[in-house]
């Protein structure tokens, strides 16, 4: 072992994959950032009684969950110059593949939640004088977010697991600096290393949605 068992070496081995482990960070947080409000907003789209509306953004969600979120990096990296004339850099491509593909998960996991709401609800909200936007906002809402909580949960963990996948267009993410450092140093050590990474993450997020579970437990079913 050159590592696990020389604390001096290890410490240096953590400390130069710092960038890769910031990086899986940005991907991560620029993902949730801008899929959950898309998802949001795709979902109640897919919920459009116009076909017109409906039947594309059905599409879209059958193409992100159908394909494989390697392929969809591969084809925005490479086919949005191709035929956009629009380069985007390795770091955007991946935050763009990535939200695009966790917004239609979110997006159906949101309209589960949605259409699981009696409607009974909205009939007694429209009789109380409250607008569809406060009957969304006030009543759909927070009883939504208690429903999905445990669904977005292991998406969420998920996703830290396939921020890996940003290394196949060389984004210097954590898997694939420990990749490079395995390779310079004839090493399978630093990718257990990273796999620590990633399982310390995965320990934050489920802490964080159990705190969540907690606080929300005021409200019973």
């Known amino acids: 072992m050159k590592y696990f068992n020389n604390p001096e070496a290890f410490l240096k081995l953590v400390f130069s994959m710092r960038e890769g482990f910031m990086a899986t960070l940005l991907i991560f947080g620029s993902t949730l950032l801008f899929s959950i409000p898309l998802g949001m907003i ?45 380069n985007l850099d390795r770091m955007a491509a991946t935050i763009l593949a990535f939200s695009l593909n966790y917004a239609a998960y979110f997006a159906e996991i949101f309209r589960g939640g949605m259409q699981s709401i009696p409607v009974g609800q909205h009939e007694a909200s429209q009789v109380l004088g409250l607008t569809r936007a406060q009957t969304f906002f006030h009543i759909v809402l927070p009883q939504v977010a208690k429903r999905v909580l445990l669904p977005v949960s292991n998406e969420v963990i998920t996703l830290v697991k396939d921020t890996s996948l940003a290394n196949i267009i060389a984004v210097g993410e954590l898997f694939r600096a420990a990749k490079n450092e395995a390779s310079r140093t004839a090493s399978v050590e630093p990718l257990f290393v990273a796999g620590l990474f990633y399982l310390l993450m995965n320990g934050v997020v489920t802490l964080f949605f159990s705190f969540v579970s907690r606080r929300m437990a005021y409200y019973k079913d």
Do not use: E, H
Request: proline letters at 7%; one cysteine or more; glycine letters at 4%.
């Open 42 to 86: 795709v979902a109640l789209l897919r919920m459009n009684r116009r076909r017109v509306i409906s039947v594309p953004v059905s599409l879209y969600i059958l193409v992100m969950r159908g394909t494989p979120l390697m392929l969809q990096i591969f084809a925005i990296y490479f086919a949005i110059p191709m035929f956009c004339g629009v």
